[in-house]
Each structure stands twice: as structure tokens, then as C-alpha cells.
């Protein structure tokens, strides 16, 4: 009787499996998802797309494999370049497949798990949409996902690593942003003077460091606010309209008039290393960034109000001394640490 | 000795069904295919060649009508609801593409339904929604992914028109959701004409009427004289939207 209950037991156990309950799963460990303890709750929902080292070792190994792109060549990394904090910084604006110029200047990439939005006009509400539009865009990939599936099912280390990563196996666009999601998600930059400073680790301002962090304060953090240095909403700061792109901003996103020339309020760290600046890379140096603040700015009916005062006078006043000082705090916001972490490194 | 044969039997059934729910009572299972029908005047549309006119006096040839479906839900008299697996749940009906019109649903569980309910577009509060990625490439193929943006077109309606004798333009009538500000997805409940029954081995078939001329004609009133091209428009999109929740009805169940 009792080995008759085994047996039922043992039927019953395997009653519902199917064919994928044979392969014997590796060892996959989660990976550990961090918090800096100055930062606030990601916005990315980490239950729903653990990290772990699989999917990770597989979104790094497709955000630099050209074959995302329809030459072979273009891969996310191009134009994210860690040395820049994954800009593409000898640009102005990105260079895609066959060297067609996009309209805007690449972003960095880090701490993407604490944004609500993505690119400069918040044209992808979640991280996992948001290589749709490199992949298909023509002047960036210019792929399609079945091309991008067809080429990596062709690829034993792919159909592995997918095998691996995912409970289900499959090579498909879910798993593929799945996987360059966790990658991303991982990219977290916290290791900053700035934040040395924050945390109370030991580190002090400059004394020039510390009166342009008082100046920013009153002058910048309205917008560019918190430890991410974003308030994460979409402004005009007054640069003039460039004919050549003639871009409308977030206009483009929500249809909106009022949104017009509005661009989302970039996070400011690794500043010192994402030159070119703005939208679309028209300002080379942080000195041309703060001159723009100074006196740069033209009006316009989506101007944001901060930066204009009840004379009807435009832009934020600061002298030379005190540009010089924002420009030496805005130096402690940069993160050689994560610049240099292997783990994000193509080789 | 009777103990033990009725536990193999228990458990050959439990083997075999592979589908016990929790209470262990044994489920089964049927299809149904969700027949959508493009109409203009209640006769099948015809691309490209007929003309059609509209409540503003505007007669329109059709080049392209695309639409995406999902989140596919029966429900029984009771309230019951059976809910389609979301992953699978996304679906392009093209005109031009026969099949692509009679949606199959497959694994339904068995009972007798009285009303369906389903989604226009993508619903992106849900995002991520599990496997929705996975509809990418069918949406991408047939052009159904803005190009610029991250979000699908909910409706892709295309073609030429003439107002008042004067010579032909084009019209383009995409609709989708715009960022977090504006979400045009619908969801659309239709009371099925008599019983829907979902059995083993039978294949029922649902006819969904759809009123294409209530893209123009619905709740609202559109004339393409005033504006022939939406794409991102926070105007004029949101009433297609609301037009097109009104433009389908469950016509027949054939068991």
C-alpha cells in the first residue's frame, strides 16, 4: 500500500510536466539590486524583472551586439559610450546605421531604474519599451525584432543564454527587453563626491565646491532637483528654436500645444562628462551652459516662468565667480567608480 | 483493496487531464473563434475601389484599416469571468488579410457565456504587461508602432477623400495612447445576441459587427475637411477613440 501511494505520488508529480522540465536548469543566482541609501525607491519594479546573472551577462552581451542593428555594426553601445557615462560623446547629434544623423544627442545611461520616463521627450513610458525606438528607428538601427529574433536564434551562444536566463527559454522580444532592462537597471551611479558627501562618508566641498552648491540650490534645484537632479518633468529653458531640426519636444509626445519646445529636465550627473549638452548637443561646454542660464535665453509662450521675473527679464543673473563656483560643484557630481565598472565594460 | 483502486483511478484522470483546478474538480476546455466583421452600411468593405460617404457629406475610398485587439474576457450570466492568458490576448485585425479577422481563442474553459468584453489598443497602465513585448513584431510589421515612440497605433485608417466636388486628398487617422498624458485605449463590453457555449471538441464562432462608418459618425461627428491628418492629437483623437467604442456589436453565436 505504501509503495502504491509512492508511486501515485510519483505520477502525480510529473503528471503535468512538459518537454521544458527536462532540461536541468543552471544556476542562475539573483543579483543583488542595491539602493543607494541617499536615493529614493527605484520606479522600476524589480519584482517583475529580477536581475540576475544570466539575464544580465545577456542584456549586456545584446546591448553591445550589433546585430540589434540592420549593418551589424550600430549596437546600443555605440552610441552609449561608458567612458562618457554611456554618451555618445564626439557627437552632437547620434550617428546610426549608414551614418544617418539622428535629431538629438544621446543620453546617459545610469540609474535608469529611478526614472518614470525616457528620452528627452518622454516617448517611452517603461524601460522595457524604450529600445524599441533605437531598434526601429532608420536613422538608428533601423532593424525590425523578427529580423533582430532570426539573427540570434542563429546563434548557439544566444539560444544558451536565453535558455538560461529565462524560465521559459524562449528568444523572444519580451525576454530580449527583459534581459537589456536588467543591464540597464543595474547601471546605478552613486558613487560621486557629491554623494561621498551625502552619505557622510568622509568627504568635504571645496570651498568653492561649497558656494556653488549653495548657489545651485537657490538658482538650479528647482528644476534639476533631488540627489537624481531631475524633478523628471519637461520644461523650455529658453534655448532658441534650431531651424535645422525645428524640434517640438514633448509636443511630440502628447500632442499638446502647451507642450512645445519642452524637454525633459535632464539629471545633471556625470555632467563633467556627457559634453556635448542638451536636447540636441548644441552647447560643447558647461562655461556655454552656464552663459546660456546668464544670457543666452530667448522668450517664447512655453518659456518656464522661473526663468523669467515680473520686469520681464530673462534668465538666471550670476556672475563670473559664481558660474565658476556651480561649474566646480556641478564637477563633484561625477562618478569615476562607474565609469570604470567592469561589469558594464564591453571587454 | 477497493482504496487502492480507486486512487489509481483518481490518479490516471489526474494524469491525463493535466488540468485540475484547485478545488480538483476536472475542467474542460473549448475554442471559439471571434469573427470580426469591417462593414460600412452593413456590407463588407471593399479597399481601394468603393466609395463610402460620411455624416459631412464626404466621400472617402479606404486604402488601410488596421486595428489591434486584446485583452479578450467571456463572461457568464453569473459575473463569472474567464480571462484569455494576457500574453497571448493581442491581436491585429487587418482588412486586407482574411485570417488575420477571425481571431481564435483557444483553452477557454467550458461553460456558457453571455457576454464578451475586450480592449481597443494596448492598455499601457498594465505595462509591463507579461508577454505584451511579444506582439512587437506582428505590430511592427504591419506598421503599427509609431516611429518615433515607444507606443503602438491602437487604429491605422488610411485612404483619400472629396468634399464638395473638390479634388481628392489623402486622410490618415492614427490613433494610440500619448505618453502617460493622454491613454485612447477602450474597453469595449458587447452582450452577446443569445448563449455562447464553450464545449470540448465543438468550434462556436462569434460575429462581431464593426461599423467602420463610425469612425466618422459615432458619439462624435469628424469631417476630414477639417482635419484630414491625426496622428498625436490631444484634439481630435480621444473623440475617434470615444467613436470607435461605439463601433462594434456581437450580430450572431453560432454554437
Request: glycine letters at 6%.
Amino acid at each position: 500500500m505504501k509503495l502504491l501511494s509512492y508511486i501515485v505520488i510519483i505520477l502525480i508529480g510529473t503528471a503535468c510536466s512538459s518537454d521544458k522540465d527536462n532540461y536541468v536548469p543552471i544556476e542562475n543566482a539573483k543579483l543583488e539590486f542595491t539602493i543607494p541609501s541617499n536615493f529614493p525607491d527605484p520606479t522600476y519594479d524589480i519584482a517583475l524583472n529580477p536581475p540576475t546573472e544570466k539575464g544580465f551577462e545577456l542584456g549586456k552581451k545584446l546591448f553591445y551586439d550589433g546585430r540589434l542593428a540592420s549593418d551589424g555594426v550600430i549596437s546600443c553601445g555605440f552610441c552609449h559610450i561608458q567612458d562618457f557615462a554611456f554618451t555618445h560623446h564626439t557627437h552632437i547629434v547620434s550617428h546610426g546605421v549608414g551614418g544617418a544623423l539622428g535629431t538629438r544627442n544621446a543620453q546617459p545611461l545610469h540609474n535608469m531604474a529611478f526614472m518614470k520616463e525616457f528620452t528627452w521627450d518622454g516617448a517611452a513610458i517603461h524601460l522595457d519599451l524604450q529600445p524599441i525606438i533605437p531598434i526601429t528607428a532608420e536613422v538608428e538601427m533601423n532593424e525590425t525584432f523578427n529580423g533582430i529574433l532570426k539573427k540570434l536564434e542563429e546563434q548557439p551562444e544566444y539560444v544558451k543564454l536565453f535558455a538560461d536566463a529565462f524560465e521559459d527559454q524562449k528568444i523572444n522580444s519580451d525576454n530580449m527587453l527583459k534581459a537589456i532592462s536588467q543591464f540597464m537597471i543595474m547601471m546605478i551611479s552613486a558613487n560621486t563626491k557629491y554623494d561621498k558627501i551625502e552619505r557622510n562618508e568622509g568627504s568635504v566641498f571645496t570651498a568653492e565646491e561649497a558656494a556653488g552648491f549653495e548657489l545651485f540650490k537657490t538658482k538650479c534645484a528647482s528644476c534639476h532637483k533631488g540627489t537624481l537632479f531631475t524633478d523628471q518633468s519637461y520644461r523650455n529653458n529658453g534655448l532658441p528654436i534650431d531651424p535645422l531640426y525645428n524640434d517640438i519636444g514633448r509636443k511630440r509626445v502628447t500632442g499638446l500645444t502647451e507642450d512645445i519646445q519642452k524637454f525633459k529636465v535632464p539629471s545633471l550627473r556625470n555632467i563633467e562628462l556627457t559634453f556635448p549638452y542638451m536636447h540636441d548637443g548644441r552647447l560643447k561646454t558647461l562655461d556655454d551652459v552656464l552663459n546660456h542660464y546668464s544670457d543666452g535665453m530667448v522668450d517664447s509662450e512655453t518659456l518656464d516662468p522661473m526663468l523669467k521675473d515680473q520686469t520681464g527679464a530673462l534668465g538666471i543673473p550670476m556672475t563670473a565667480e559664481e558660474k565658476q563656483q556651480i561649474i566646480a560643484f556641478l564637477k563633484t557630481l561625477t562618478d569615476d567608480d562607474f565609469v570604470n565598472d567592469t561589469r558594464f565594460s564591453e571587454f | 483493496m477497493k482504496n487502492i483502486i480507486y486512487i489509481l483511478i483518481a490518479t490516471l484522470v489526474i494524469v491525463s487531464s493535466c488540468k485540475n483546478d484547485d478545488e480538483g474538480t476536472i475542467k474542460t476546455f473549448g475554442n471559439v473563434v471571434l469573427d470580426f466583421k469591417n462593414t460600412i452600411n452593413s456590407n463588407g468593405i471593399e479597399l481601394t475601389t468603393d466609395s463610402y460617404t460620411n455624416g459631412s457629406n464626404e466621400a472617402y475610398i479606404i486604402s488601410e484599416l488596421k486595428y489591434i485587439i486584446s485583452n479578450v474576457v467571456l463572461i457568464k450570466a453569473n459575473g463569472e469571468e474567464f480571462t484569455y492568458p494576457v500574453d497571448r490576448s493581442y491581436f491585429l485585425i487587418n482588412e486586407e488579410v482574411l485570417e488575420s479577422k477571425k481571431v481564435n481563442l483557444s483553452d477557454i474553459s467550458a461553460g456558457q457565456y453571455t457576454k464578451i468584453r475586450f480592449g481597443f489598443g494596448v492598455d499601457q497602465s498594465k505595462y509591463p504587461l507579461n508577454g505584451m513585448a511579444n506582439f512587437i513584431p506582428t505590430a511592427e510589421e504591419s506598421g503599427m508602432l509609431w516611429s518615433w515612440s515607444a507606443g503602438y497605433k491602437f487604429l491605422k485608417f488610411e485612404g483619400t477623400y472629396t468634399a464638395n466636388g473638390a479634388a481628392s486628398a489623402d486622410f490618415l487617422i492614427h490613433v494610440g495612447s500619448h505618453g502617460t498624458t493622454l491613454d485612447n485605449y477602450k474597453e469595449i463590453t458587447l452582450e452577446l445576441p443569445s448563449t455562447l457555449t464553450i464545449e470540448e471538441s465543438k468550434s462556436p464562432e462569434v460575429a462581431i459587427n464593426v461599423d467602420i462608418a463610425k469612425i466618422f459618425d459615432g458619439t462624435n461627428t469628424h469631417s476630414l475637411e477639417v482635419k484630414n491628418s491625426i496622428q498625436v492629437d490631444a484634439e481630435f483623437a480621444p473623440k475617434i477613440a470615444e467613436n470607435i467604442s461605439t463601433m462594434f456589436t456581437a450580430t450572431n453565436v453560432s454554437n
